[in-house]
């Protein structure tokens, strides 16, 4: 039954986040997708004709955003999810252990839910200030380096290394979190991705700086999220890639040719 669980498990998760990958490529929605948008980096994002932010195209902004979290983040989720459905399986109060385990990861989804909404009210008053060009990346070099070393910095952070180390260790927060019931599953799913959250809500910032639907940026963040969480020395991976982003923004902010 533990291995049928994994089987379902992994086979939906591959689904989810293929489903999730799948529609970003086909364009989210948009007039334009991400594979154009970017083949054309590095033009002139004001050559298209700025989006219009009826309550229709915000909630479709909302969408993207969402769907995007659920791609990049969701895989970097496995380890724990694999081992909440284990120890749930050994639960005699849990339920039915996969049912369990979808509430956990439903508290993941809330959590990038509301991030989502953040991120859709910032993309439209960066748009609305012409920061951000309807390429949807920035157009001021000093927001440019000011988001690159705003999230360099918070990479060294003890509150990301708290995030992270919760991450990292999925037997720990278990152990210690530890709540009977589906009420209880969701309640942790939420608690552990409001860590999963703080991990990378200023890496997802990035977005607006390299283009929040350039495929080199959302496909890079997303294997530096599998390798910082993943790796042995993930923690020290990621406090190198703030030192670097530190030092780009500065370089931006000095040179900004």
């Known amino acids: 039954m533990l ?8 086979v939906g998760l591959i689904a989810v986040v293929a489903m999730a990958w799948g529609w970003l490529l086909a364009g989210a929605g948009m007039e334009m997708g991400p594979i154009e948008m970017t083949a054309m980096a590095g033009m002139d994002g004001w050559l298209m004709r700025p989006a219009a932010w009826v309550p229709a195209y915000a909630v479709l902004i909302f969408a993207m955003w969402w769907v995007m979290m659920v791609a990049m983040m969701l895989p970097s989720t496995l380890p724990m999810l694999l081992l909440f ?31 989502s909404a953040v991120a859709t009210t910032l993309q439209w008053g960066l748009e609305s200030a012409r920061l951000l060009s309807p390429m949807m990346a920035t157009t001021n070099h000093w927001l440019g380096a000011g988001i ?3 999230a360099g910095l918070w990479q060294l952070t003890p509150l990301k290394a708290v995030c992270l180390h919760h991450c990292r260790t999925p037997l720990g927060f278990l152990i210690g979190n530890w709540r009977d019931g589906w009420f209880g599953s969701l309640c942790m799913g939420l608690k552990h991705g409001a860590y999963c959250l703080g991990c990378c809500w200023f890496l997802m910032s990035l977005l607006f700086f390299g283009g929040v639907m ?3 940026w959302i496909s890079g963040l997303a294997v530096f999220v599998l390798l910082e969480k993943w790796i042995p020395l ?23 040719s």
């Open 3 to 10: 291995l049928r669980d994994r089987l379902v498990l992994i």
């Open 85 to 115: 459905s284990r120890v749930n399986r050994g639960d005699k109060t849990a339920g039915a252990p996969l049912a369990s385990t979808a509430l956990f990861a439903t508290g993941y989804l809330l959590v990038w839910g509301g991030f």
């Open 148 to 150: 690159l070393v705003t």
């Open 214 to 216: 350039n495929l080199y």
């Open 234 to 256: 993930g923690h020290w991976f990621g406090r190198l890639a703030g030192i670097a982003l530190v030092v780009c923004g500065a370089m931006l902010a000095i040179h900004p």
